[in-house]
């Protein structure tokens, strides 16, 4: 099983400010990495697939980048409606796994 | 618009079944592997199982293999979960949710969630 691992868990940004959000593989995933954002009481939101491919919808001042075993979610310019908890995930190996999330508050 | 209603949770003892059901709109579902995804208490998100389009390729996460049975009923737009012998660490909210497809394994839609409580 692909262990991922997210970093920091707890991100204190103030809006305005560059969020940059870490997520590693235990081993190599290529591009087959996603990020989902999730506020309290609501199911997740795909934010990036493919490692850096925005999904629909999904505002410009987030993206990803990063392949093999080391990804990036940036958040280049927080507003209010990003404060949430990000998960990563590869979906290059079965079982799919998850990182533990990074929480990200207003400082 | 692409909507996922997932229903059958509840308050259910431990050793106990219970079957969850998806149900989709807004999209071709026949066409669109699925997923189920788990989320424990103010846990993180769990994958627990996966069917393709036509329901012969199934997979399942360690945890609950042999105890949950994911199935599809194309003609009635429906995704389920039976899910047996259920104990406390089965205790979240499931959300069904629709694969990337073509060996893209994320979740582009998710429904809301039902909560299972597995407690005696």
């Known amino acids: 099983e692909i262990v991922m691992t997210q970093s920091p868990a707890t991100l204190s940004v103030s809006p305005g400010e560059r969020a940059t959000l870490s997520c590693r593989a235990s081993?190599?995933?290529?591009?087959?990495l996603a990020w989902y954002q999730q506020k309290p009481g609501q199911a997740p939101r795909l934010l990036i697939y493919?490692?850096?491919t925005r999904a629909t919808g999904i505002p410009a001042r987030f993206s990803g980048s990063g392949s093999g075993t080391e990804f990036t979610l940036t958040i280049s310019s927080l507003q209010s409606e990003d404060f949430a908890v990000y998960y990563c995930q590869q979906y290059n190996n079965w079982p799919l796994t998850f990182g533990q999330g990074t929480k990200v508050e207003i400082k | 618009e692409v909507q996922l209603v997932e229903s059958g949770g509840g308050l259910v003892q431990p050793g106990g079944s219970l079957r969850l059901s998806c149900a989709a709109s807004g999209f071709t579902f026949s066409s669109y592997e699925m997923n189920w995804v788990r989320q424990a208490p103010g846990k993180g998100l769990e994958w627990v199982s996966y069917i393709s389009s036509s329901g012969s390729t199934i997979y399942y996460a360690d945890s609950v293999k042999g105890r949950f049975t994911i199935s599809r009923d194309n003609a009635k737009n429906s995704l389920y979960l039976q899910m047996n012998s259920l104990r406390a660490e089965d205790t979240a909210v499931y959300y069904c949710?629709?694969?990337?497809?073509?060996?893209?394994?994320?979740?582009?839609?998710w429904g809301q969630g039902t909560l299972v409580t597995v407690s005696s």
């Open positions: 949710a629709r694969d990337g497809g073509w060996a893209a394994h994320f979740a582009d839609y």
């Open positions: 493919g490692a850096s």
């Open positions: 081993q190599s995933v290529s591009s087959n």
